[in-house]
């Protein structure tokens, strides 16, 4: 079973930035898609971004333009980019690789 491991969330002020990573156990070139997720207080789990082995690559609208999803092949790494954060963004951040779960990292975006 493939063991994801998330990092790299925090506090950020409004406007900010963050770099989320998720190491997975396991090679991730054997899935099909990486995903990542977030969950705020009290709300579901909502689909942030998707990434296919091809490359191909989605966002959820409340992301597009903001949100950069990437995979290194080299270091077995997948990568979330959040630009131009917005309290709205507050939530707990989640890889996923269609079947495992990271235990998440905490967002929160206030000033």
């Known amino acids: 079973q493939v063991q994801l491991a998330e990092s790299g969330g925090g506090l950020v002020q409004p406007g900010g930035s963050l770099r989320l990573s998720c190491a997975p156990s396991g090679s991730i070139f054997s899935t099909s898609a990486m995903y990542w997720y977030r969950q705020a207080p009290g709300e579901r789990r909502e689909f942030v971004a998707i990434?296919?082995?091809?490359?191909?690559?989605n966002y959820a609208n409340s992301v597009k333009g903001r949100f950069t999803i990437s995979r290194d092949s080299a270091k077995n790494m997948l990568y979330l980019q959040m630009n131009n954060l917005e309290p709205e963004d507050t939530a707990v951040y989640y890889c996923h690789d269609g079947t495992n779960w990271g235990q998440g990292t905490q967002v929160t975006v206030s000033s």
């Open positions: 990434i296919t082995n091809r490359g191909s690559i």
